[in-house]
């Protein structure tokens, strides 16, 4: 068997249906209910859903082998576990976004509000730029709107939660989608499980193309 963490929600799923060409159905999970795992002996699959920002977690410790996360939760949190493959899809950008005639001023201290502390500290620190960071868990675009930050660090998919709060992104810092990704040990365990699996995903991405 081999254990997959699917991130909750509308990306899971299109995800799911990605595995399903790739080879690697499991019917059980298109049920309506509310289990969270599914399993299909035949093709030796175990699904497990989990809320997106934990998928690095359970993969990183071994209890899924190999899971699917954004690069934005790669980067921000580093966690210790192979990247097999770019999946193409939950595309957009880490953004710095701010009011639309944001105008930096070098000489004060730049306050940025997000929930990508590591990813803002990092990319201000290349650029040698002073910052505060303010760290939120959400609604992030409030911060400059009530004066609590100067500009955001956060994703942009659409732009229309920034552009319908009267704000604009100002600069890319970073594409995201989602990755594929395995757990070290049991990597090298189910190595020829695990690899068959990725190339077959593979395929399956490149007849979409
Ligand atoms: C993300 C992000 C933005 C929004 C961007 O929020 O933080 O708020 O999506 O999408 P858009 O460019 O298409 O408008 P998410 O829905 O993940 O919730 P959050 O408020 O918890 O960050």
Known sequence: MINIALPKGRLGEKVYGMFEKAGYACPSIREDNRKL???????????????PSDVAIYVERGAADIGVA?????LEYSPDVYELL?????????CVAGPKDFRDDPSQTLR???KFAHIARRYYASQ???IDIIKLNGSIELAPIL???DVIVDIVETGKTLLENGLA?????????ARLIA???????????????????????????
């Open 37 to 51: 795992t599914f399993e299909n002996p035949e093709t030796g699959v175990r699904y497990f859903w989990v809320k």
């Open 70 to 74: 954004g690069k934005d939760i790669l």
């Open 86 to 94: 770019d999946l193409n899809v939950g595309k957009c950008r880490m």
């Open 112 to 114: 940025v509000a997000t």
């Open 128 to 130: 040698s730029r002073q």
């Open 147 to 149: 004066g609590l930050s």
């Open 169 to 177: 992104p100002l600069e890319t810092i970073v594409p995201i989608s």
């Open 183 to 209: 757990n070290k040990a049991n990597y090298k365990f189910k190595y020829n499980e695990i690899c068959t699996m990725a190339q077959r995903m593979e395929q399956a991405l490149t007849q979409e193309k």
